[in-house]
């Protein structure tokens, strides 16, 4: 299948991509190298550096024709959109709809959408399921999600077939480890270099951390599944940054003793979800024990 990839110089999609490509797919690329890597790209998939929001765009759907489109371009940063709202706007909610045009212009049969935990706000109960009230704490949350209504506005006016998926807190080779990375990209970047990892509050705050691997799965199965539905994606577990510590500590055979900060005003103390619908409609499990998760991202970033 001829399939768009929206981020695919990005963490997550990068793998997504390579998966795709082992699989038989051809898979085409739109990227505008913000925070992705060309180094992280497939050689082998066909790649426009362009801008979602360009109007440009267009001729890529003209030109290649995709049948599906897997939609993962998005400014990703919470803090960034809590300081520039109009930028996180336009790259999540603008540059979506621009691509969902295009998707309706030239008859995509179907889309596959990566949103965030952080729609959801503050748990008002755990595991969080996909009934849970939406009250997103963050532009970022709410630009994920505004990306989500409009999809679903795409899909009742011209019948555009979706998936959406939210992710929990993905970690694996290839995420950043710079301030606007994941936790545990953040925590082995400091300790390979020798150097003690902050931790914000007691460390007793916790999330639902899936490797990467499971995630692309996820999506793979929804390529024939999930018709219009909205899915969490996360193993079900929480685990504290205190226990996560810990397992990073034993794997590198550390005596790093992190530095306690104070919380940082705003953060969700715990936080996991509820998997089962993903489980039944997507016959996936996330399946990577942490410690194995762990072991090939230190593996990737030593
Ligand atoms: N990493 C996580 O834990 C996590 C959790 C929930 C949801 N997500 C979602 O998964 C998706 C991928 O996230 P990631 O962690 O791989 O981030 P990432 O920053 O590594 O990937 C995003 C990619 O999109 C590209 N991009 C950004 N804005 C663009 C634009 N306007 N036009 C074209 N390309 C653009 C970037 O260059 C980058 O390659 C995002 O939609 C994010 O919201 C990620």
Partial sequence: ????????????????????????????????????????????????????????????????????????????????????????????????????????????????????????????????????????????????????????????LFGLKFTILRYANVYGPRQRSDGEGGVIAIFLSSLLKGEAPMIFGQGEQSRDFIYVADIVEANIQALTRAENEVLNLGTGKELSINQLYASIEALLCSQLQPVYVPERPGDIMHSYFDQRKAAELLDWKASYPLQEGLRKTIEYMS
Wanted: charged share 20%.
């Fill in 1 to 156: 299948m001829k399939i768009l990839l929206t981020g695919g110089a990005g963490f997550i999609a990068s793998h997504i991509c390579d998966r795709l490509i082992s699989e038989g797919h051809e898979v085409v690329v739109i990227d505008n190298l913000s925070t992705g890597r060309l180094e992280l790209l497939n050689p082998r998939a066909y790649f426009y550096q362009l801008d979602l929001c360009d109007p440009a765009i267009a001729l890529v759907f003209q030109i290649e024709k995709p049948e599906l489109v897997i939609h993962h371009a998005a400014q990703v940063s919470v803090s960034n959109s809590q300081e520039n709202p109009v930028f996180d706007a336009v790259n999540n909610i603008i540059g979506s709809l621009n691509l969902y045009e295009n998707c309706r212009q030239y008859k995509v049969k179907k889309i596959i959408y990566a949103s965030s935990a952080a729609i959801y706000g503050e748990p008002l109960y755990l595991g969080i399921d996909e009934k849970h009230p939406v009250k997103p704490l963050s532009f970022y949350g709410l630009s994920k999600y505004l990306a989500e209504i409009y999809l679903r506005y795409y899909a009742g």
